[in-house]
């Protein structure tokens, strides 16, 4: 079962790429999901600001080429303060 956080994302993620299946979120990766380039990433960044209420630095969303690896750098940004 998803979290919270998990739910929230993936909420996320079918704004930006409507055309995916729910099931198919937490294993869409950049290799695997058409579209999924620096305009939805952008999107993405904004959306996930929306949704969790804090700015995530684009350098550091570079580096998150997986739902996993948002889902990382947005638990560690929580972790954070």
């Given at each position: ?41 952008l ?10 209420g ?23 940004r929580?972790?954070?303060?």
């Amino acid at each position: 079962m998803q979290d919270r956080q998990e739910e929230r994302l993936a909420d996320c993620f079918e704004r930006v790429f409507p055309t995916l299946s729910r099931s198919a979120i937490p294993s869409a990766t950049h290799d695997n999901v058409a579209g999924w380039d620096s305009i939805a990433d952008l999107t993405l960044v904004s959306l996930i600001g929306e949704e969790f209420g804090f700015e995530i630095d684009f350098e550091d969303f570079e580096h998150a080429t997986s739902f996993t690896a948002v889902l990382e750098l947005i638990r560690a940004r929580i972790a954070d303060g």
